[in-house]
């Protein structure tokens, strides 16, 4: 019965689910995806589809997907398919519509701000049913959790006549209670900002008296990483795709226990608006340095120990010296120190200190293949107790060449209480490098954050030719050498002496004030009206007014050809054209302009604007322009000029154009299809 009836399900089930007992037998019987094989990050969501950061392995006709909700609980589950070759996968809209029903909208669920990656769950669907036999009920609010073994019909064969499955057989050799094995192993990873660890824990056979555990980075070197009684540890690992492997020592070693860890992912995830601390990591950093420093103190005092030990055996050690000066040279000088030591303790322990230094120097020509190693160590070491009084430094380094092309990085965390170069007392460098050092295809990069000494502040200072802020997939800002590009910029105020608008290129530009000499640009905007070139946009300003188009007018010479301000003056010029604009906007800004097509004989003229408020009796002097293009006018081409802009002070207002020549003896000019247009701004 033991054997048959192993496996356990567990599931939730109405208030009908109360009425069961403790050996009842229950038929379940589901549609839901019994094979989770595959998981993944959502990268985004378009109407029903969804991108996921790979195409599913499973048959796009039969694969269900769950989604992880914001509060962990899942959403779903929901057929999907797809086209092979594509991470895109279609919802099935019938099965979406009841996940929503029941679990709610799905994009929520989906939204990256930061915190825990959306991810999904993903495996093939197939109908399901078993007989299962009540072992425990507990009731859940409004209904129950049910917890049931699932019975085997080969516990009922003999009741029915038929033969029954042979149990299993054990194996035939005796067991080996001198080399252990271990049959389960737990493997853990943990990220954080500065450092990866793994933890690994093993179920305890019989017979180990001790465990050992390796780790290795390409599967066939090996590296010694825990020793002990326990089947538990935790170390320190790259961030890399490593093995894990742990043997279990009893009479005999036993064989290895292999488990593959995956890469840690690129990035660490903070909480939605998390304070990050960089003094928080130079604490930490700190603390780790000086464990370090206590374990070497502890070393001392350990020598020391042992030359007090050595200090109570002299006469002992006294002969003991002279038979190890006839030995070599090299181990003299530290027997030479220890005679010392039996003159003068006190003495004694400094010298032999120093010895045991020499002696440790000379054993690093043997270990030239960890002088690096040890190098690091030492210098942070020494930094470590520099900031007992002054200073303290934390650099973690990497490095890679290949003949004389290298690539490396490192970052370094330091704090000192007198100033650095630059007047800075605390900084955190982060650095890039690669190429040939010297040549030019030698390339860095880095970032360094500065608290400045003398209460001056922070900054932050990169090393970097172009400096972009994108969210994976459009650039919103790019600095590159002195030139700055935004998609849109908020500035409450602006002061500049020149703001040219394809040099800016400002894709958008919000501003509350704007001090500036000179503003050039093709095209500005102003409170949703557009001013282009000579004239306002007409399609933006209401009402838009204009007269009738006139015939062919010839402009003549009058004799002053400079034109006037007596009103008397205007009677003698050509009237290209007169108008009146009614309904004005009280106190709102209106423009006037003149909208005339070339003849043959079109020059260069003067065209004045008059107004006045009656319907007879003399005109105002308005503005006047000179009407003249560089290359000549085109015979038949309209033109329109922009000739005044004012403030209405009336509700109606006449206008009349005239015109004179440029200058006199020219010849005559001929305009067509003359207007006066009007439009006046109500924004």
Not at 166 to 179: H, R, T
Request: charged share 20%; aromatic share 8%; proline share 5%.
């Amino acid at each position: 019965d033991n054997f048959f009836r192993r496996t356990k399900a567990t599931f939730r089930a109405e208030l009908e689910g109360r009425l069961l007992k403790r050996g009842d037998v229950v038929l379940v019987q589901s549609e839901m995806p019994q094979t989770w094989g595959e998981a993944g990050v959502v990268r985004g969501i378009s109407g029903d589809d969804l991108t996921l950061s790979k195409e599913p392995s499973t048959d796009p006709g039969n694969t269900y997907l769950r989604i992880r909700r914001k509060d962990g609980g899942e959403w779903g589950p929901c057929k999907i398919t797809w086209t092979p070759g594509s991470a895109v996968v279609t919802l099935d809209a019938t099965d979406r519509a009841a996940a929503e029903a029941e679990f709610g909208a799905l994009e929520p669920h989906l939204v990256d701000d930061g915190d825990e990656a959306p991810t999904y769950l993903l495996g093939e669907g197939t109908d399901y049913a078993f007989r299962g036999i009540l072992v425990n009920m507990v009731p859940d609010g409004t209904g129950a959790q049910i917890e049931l073994v699932i019975d085997d019909p080969a516990v009922h064969a003999a009741d029915q006549g038929l033969s029954v499955p042979a149990a299993p057989q054990p194996g035939f050799l005796p067991p080996s209670a001198g080399a252990p094995a271990i049959t389960a192993m737990s493997v853990h990873r943990e990220i954080s900002v500065t450092e990866s660890l793994v933890t690994v824990s093993a179920r305890h056979p019989a017979g180990a008296v001790s465990f050992r555990a390796q780790v290795s980075y390409d599967g066939n070197s090996w590296t010694p990483v825990y020793e002990g009684a326990v089947p538990a540890f935790s170390a320190s690992v790259r961030r890399e795709a490593f093995y894990v492997r742990m043997q279990a020592v009893g009479d005999l070693p036993g064989p290895w226990r292999v488990e593959l860890v995956a890469a840690a992912p690129e990035e660490v995830r903070f909480p939605t608006n998390a304070p990050i601390r960089a003094t928080e990591l130079f604490d930490a950093a700190t603390d780790t340095v000086k464990s370090a420093g206590d374990t070497i103190s502890d070393l001392n005092t350990s020598i020391l120990a042992q030359l007090n030990r050595i200090a109570t055996e002299e006469d002992w050690r006294g002969r003991e010296s002279d038979l190890w000066i006839r030995e070599t040279d090299a181990a003299r000088a530290s027997i030479e120190e220890t005679r010392v030591l039996i003159a003068d303790e006190e003495t004694a322990r400094v010298a032999a200190f120093l010895e045991l230094q020499a002696d440790l120097t000379a054993a690093e020509a043997g270990i030239s293949g960890n002088a690096t190693a040890i190098s690091g160590l030492d210098t942070r070491v020494t930094s470590a107790e520099g900031a007992i009084t002054a200073q303290s430094t934390s650099i973690t380094g990497v490095q890679a060449q290949v003949g004389d092309v290298s690539a490396g990085g490192f970052y370094r965390l330091q704090a000192t209480v007198g100033p650095l170069p630059g007047d800075v007392s605390s900084e955190f460098v982060v650095a890039l490098n690669a190429g040939t050092e010297g040549s030019p295809n030698w390339q860095t990069a880095g970032l360094a954050l500065q608290i400045l000494s003398g209460g001056l502040g922070s900054r932050a200072v990169f090393n970097v030719d172009q400096f972009v802020v994108t969210d994976g997939t459009t650039v919103t800002a790019l600095f590159e050498e002195g030139q700055a590009l935004f998609k849109s910029a908020i500035i409450p105020d602006l002061t500049t002496d020149k703001i040219t608008g394809l040099e800016a290129y400002f894709y958008s530009l919000f501003a509350t004030n704007i001090t500036s000499a000179t503003i050039s640009t093709d095209q500005l905007t102003v409170g949703g009206t557009k001013i282009d070139a000579d004239f306002l946009d007409d399609a933006a300003v209401t009402p838009i007014r204009e007269s009738a188009a006139s015939g062919t007018v010839t402009i003549t010479d009058n004799g002053t050809p400079n034109g006037g301000t007596a009103v008397a003056e205007f009677s003698a010029y050509p009237t290209l054209q007169t108008y009146t604009a009614t309904g004005m906007l009280l106190k709102k800004p209106y423009t006037v302009h003149l909208e005339f097509t070339a003849g043959a004989t079109c020059r260069n003229f003067i065209a004045y604007i008059m107004y006045r408020y009656e319907t007879s009796g003399g005109y105002y002097y308005a503005s006047a322009d000179q009407i003249g293009n560089p290359s000549g006018f085109v015979a038949g081409q309209k033109y329109r000029i922009l000739l005044y802009l004012g403030i209405a002070d009336e509700e109606i207002i006449h206008f009349r154009a005239n015109a004179t020549w440029l200058v006199s003896g020219t010849g005559n000019s001929t305009v067509s299809d003359c207007q006066i247009v009007v439009n006046q701004i109500s924004k």
